[in-house]
C-alpha cells in the first residue's frame, strides 16, 4: 500500500516538471497550452539508506522499499471552484489522495507567462488556498441542508447521534473556512476526523508547500522558505523549496553523469529524496522493517501505530494470530554488527501487541496460524 500524494498548483507553476524529477518520468510538460486534464500518475520507491546498510548482515535476496505513488492533477486556477466548484474529474482524482503536494512558483522566464503576470509565490499560496476552501465550503453547503432534513427524520439513537456529530462538525468547519483557515489547521480531534473522513475534503488534507525555484535562486532558497513559513506556519503543513527544471534534467541523466552535473553546480545531493522524506514526515509516517534471508523490507505506517497493527501491514494472518514481535533497533544492530552480539548486549527485546513501533524497528513478528 502506497502512500498517495497529490501533486497540485496554478497553471504553470510546474507541476509536471517536479513530477517528472519526482518520479523519473517524461510526461509532457506545457510552455503554452495548459496539460489535459488526464493526470500523470507513478509510484516511486522511497530512498531509505537503511535497508543497503542490512545488507551485510542478512544477505537477503533483494530488498524491497516502501512505495510513493505520485499523481499531477491540473486542474487549480483562480475562480476555479467558485460557484460550480471544480470540475467533478478534478475532485474525484484529488479527494482520494492522502497529501498534498503544492508547487507554488517561484522561478523567473519570461518565456512562461504567469495567469497574473507577477511572480509572487504568497499571492499564489493564498489563492489555492481560497480555492480548496471554497470547494470545501461548497460541499459542507449542500450537506448541511440534506443533513439537517435527515436528522429530523431520524429517530433518536446511535444512527441520529451520527448524524448530530456530524452536524455539530461541519458547522464548527464552516465559519473558519469562510475566515480563510483550511480544514488541516484547525486541529479537529479524533471523533471530529472520524466524523468528516468520507468526504476527502481537499483543505483537510496535509500539505508540503514546494517553491520551484530557479536554479540561480537556489542560494536564496531558505531565505524565500523563511518568508513563506512566516505566513503559512500553519499545522500540517510544511514548506520546502526545488528547483524544479534541473532536477527533471538530472532526474533524466544516469547516476555518473548526474553526479558530475551537480558538482559543476556545487550541489551535493538532489533534492528528491528530502522532498519524499519531508512528505513522510509531514504525514506522520514512519518505517518499520523487515530483515531476513529473502528480503530486507521497509513497511509504512502512521507514527504511534502497536505493533500487532503493524504485523497487520504485512498481512492480516500476522495481525489476527499475533503472539508477540522480537524487536531490535536499526542503530543498535548496527552498532552491534549482528544478530548474536545484539542479543549478548540485551538489544533484542520482545514486545506485546500495545507496544509502539518506532521509526527504524527490525521487527520479526511471531504468530499463529
Ligand atoms: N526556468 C524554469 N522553468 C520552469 C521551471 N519549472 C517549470 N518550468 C517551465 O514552465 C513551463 C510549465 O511547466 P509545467 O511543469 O508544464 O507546469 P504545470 O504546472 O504542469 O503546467 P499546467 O499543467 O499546464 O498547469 C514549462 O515550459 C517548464 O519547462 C523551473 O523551475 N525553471
Ligand atoms: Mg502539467
Known sequence: MALTLGIIGLPKSGKTTVFNALTRSEAQTSAYASSGSEPNVA???VPDERLTALVDIFHPKRIVQADV????????SKGASKGESFSRQFISYISTVEGLVHVVRAFENPDIPHP????????DIETVELEL???????????????????SKTKPGPEREGFERELETLQRIQPELEAGQPIRALGLDEDEERAIRNYGFLSAKPMLILLNLSESQLEQADALMAQVAAKHALPNTAVAAIAGKLEQ????LDEADATEFMADLGLKES???????QSYQLMGLISFLTAGPDENRAWTIRNGTTA???AGVIHSDLERGFIRAEVVHFDDLIAAGSMVEAK???HVRSEGKTYLVKDGDIIEVRFNV
Open 43 to 45: 509510484v516511486v520507491k
Open 249 to 252: 534534467d538530472l532526474a533524466q
Open 271 to 277: 533534492g528528491l529524496n528530502r522532498i519524499i522524506k
Open 344 to 346: 549478548k548486549r540485551g
Open 133 to 151: 476552501a471554497f470547494s470545501d465550503l461548497a460541499i459542507i453547503e449542500k450537506r448541511l441542508i440534506r443533513l439537517r432534513e435527515t436528522i
Open 116 to 123: 497574473d503576470d507577477t511572480i509572487d509565490p504568497l499571492r
Open 308 to 310: 500487532q497493527k503493524a
Open 69 to 76: 505513488q505520485y499523481t499531477d492533477v491540473a486542474g487549480i
